[in-house]
């Protein structure tokens, strides 16, 4: 991924530039925030607390997960 500040060709997977510390737009990042999730219809890996259905996993750490979700009854995307 090239930056759009200083056009240094960095990792696919990475955040920020690594010479200058810009943070990288991702293709793939735009669409998951213009896309519809009321289109989808996501398949749930689990359902957790009777509210969330649990999409796919974006991070993990020392401490815990980050799961993309959504929230079955407002049909919304939500970080979990």
Same mark, same amino acid.
């Given at each position: ?12 997977? @990475? ?5 200058? *510390?810009? =943070? $990288?737009?991702? @293709? ?17 890996? +689990?359902?957790? @607390? *009777?509210?969330? *259905? $649990?999409?796919?996993?974006?991070? =993990?750490? *020392? ?10 009854? $407002? +049909? =919304?995307?939500?970080?979990?």
């Amino acid at each position: 991924m090239k930056c759009h500040e200083c056009q240094h060709d960095n990792p696919p997977d @990475a955040v920020f530039c690594r010479p200058c *510390g810009t =943070r $990288l737009e991702f @293709a793939e990042e735009s669409i998951d925030q213009t896309e519809s999730i009321v289109d989808q219809k996501p398949i749930y890996k +689990k359902i957790i @607390a *009777g509210k969330y *259905g $649990l999409i796919k996993e974006l991070s =993990r750490g *020392g401490i815990g997960f980050v799961y993309k979700a959504e929230d079955v009854k $407002l +049909k =919304r995307s939500v970080a979990f």
